[in-house]
């Protein structure tokens, strides 16, 4: 549903008073207390005299960035030393390949769950490489409205992991739970990745491109429980190899400074400001269940997804026809909410409820949709 949107909100204007209610599936919200403290130190970071985009990536400033970072993931997570963790380039796309790469070798058995677009793709990245992948749960027998039982598959016992991904951005679905199973679960959190507690026992790795919930685009994060090193293949590039980038602290080669930078202010927010994991997942469990509750509650609107998948991140719905869905897009960016698109190959409308995104965004949301909703049809919004 690709459309030219206007509005009187694209009059220039820097105020942060006029800063639009931001739903954009990632690149996504920031927390404004973060770009505040980034727009301080934007011209001179801890007293250098530089912006933090000007400094060496070997000078010490950003290593002490790039090893806070670390270690304020694992403090938060409750990881303990079990796991390493860091920071890479290529989006969750180069981990498609860089997780059967290091994990599995040639002929090697892998299963895979497909819960859609991005599964999908993961799926798609492991097959160009000669592993015997097989997808052994999937959602597609019903349009992908749900996450499969994981307590319910059946996993090859000679498989080296099942890979799966946490929540499914394009869909609106989430696994809420990883079961001890008897071969290393490997999760793509992309779109959850610190937004609530959750128990690693059972997760052998996990990596999330950072900028849905915790930065920018440009830094992925990736969790490695140390005794999976043992089982990283020797016939892999030394670029590829996970060992190479903790052994050299995520630093082998020029590292993406500024968005891991980004990322270490988020974590202090989440540290500092809400408190911790716990009460975050209270915070955006609250923005879920509102506007699950107010799209439910209207007949307007559908979400086909079944209630115990839908996802605390992704909340995907449909109006009765095409139209009426682009009016309701329109109409709400020109009441200064955006990024209501549903995903290219979907249509419908989706709102993404990330960290950055404040309660008090998603009350006027849906104070929106239910101004939209009692409108008699054809008519258009005050400007």
Same mark, same amino acid.
């Given at each position: ?23 954009? !599936? ?9 770009? +505040? ?106 349009? #992908? ?28 679905? /989430?696994?809420? /739970? ?21 128990? !690693? ?25 140390? +005794? ?16 190479? #980038? ?46 699950? /509750? ?25 109006? !009765?026809? /095409? ?43 849906? +104070? ?13 919004? +005050?400007?």
């Amino acid at each position: 549903m690709n459309m030219q949107l206007t509005s009187p909100l694209t009059q220039k204007n820097s105020s942060k008073q006029h800063r639009v209610i931001n739903f954009y !599936p990632g690149p996504g919200a920031l927390p404004l207390p973060v770009l +505040e403290r980034v727009h301080a130190e934007l011209f001179n970071f801890n007293g250098t005299g530089m912006s933090v985009m000007e400094i060496s990536h070997r000078s010490p400033e950003i290593q002490s960035i790039i090893d806070d970072s670390a270690e304020r993931i694992k403090r938060l997570m409750e990881l303990g030393e079990q796991f390493e963790v860091i920071f890479l380039q290529g989006g969750g796309s180069l981990q498609f390949l860089m997780v059967p790469m290091n994990f599995s070798g040639s002929g090697d058995q892998i299963d895979y769950i497909d819960t859609g677009y991005w599964a999908e793709k993961a799926i798609r990245g492991a097959q160009s490489l000669d592993r015997d992948l097989e997808i052994i749960a999937s959602s597609a027998d019903r349009d #992908h409205s749900y996450v499969p039982d994981l307590n319910k598959i059946s996993l090859r016992p000679e498989a080296k992991y099942l890979h799966l991904c946490s929540n499914n951005t394009v869909v609106g679905t /989430q696994f809420n /739970q990883f079961p001890n199973l008897p071969i290393p679960i490997i999760a793509d959190m992309s779109s959850d990745f610190m937004s609530k507690v959750i128990d !690693p026992t059972n997760l052998s790795c996990i990596y999330a491109h950072a900028q849905k919930n915790v930065g920018l685009s440009g830094v992925t994060v990736v969790l490695i429980r140390k +005794e999976m090193l043992a089982k990283i293949s020797e016939n892999i590039p030394e670029f590829l190899d996970y060992r190479t #980038h903790i052994k050299r602290k995520s630093n082998y080669h020029t590292p993406p400074c500024f968005s891991i930078y980004i990322t270490w202010h988020i974590l202090r927010w989440i540290e500092e400001d809400i408190g911790g994991l716990k009460q975050l997942g209270k915070i955006n469990q609250e923005k879920a269940d509102l506007l699950y /509750q107010c799209i439910d509650s209207n007949p307007l609107f559908d979400c086909a997804v079944e209630k115990a998948s839908r996802s605390q991140m992704n909340v995907v719905f449909t109006l !009765p026809t /095409q139209e009426l869905e682009k009016q309701f897009i329109q109409e709400a960016f020109e009441a200064g909410i955006v990024g209501v698109e549903g995903h290219r190959t979907r249509g419908g409308c989706r709102v993404s409820l990330y960290n950055g995104v404040t309660l008090k965004a998603v009350e006027a949301l849906v +104070e929106f949709i239910g101004k939209f909703a009692k409108k008699p049809r054809g008519t258009t919004s +005050e400007s």
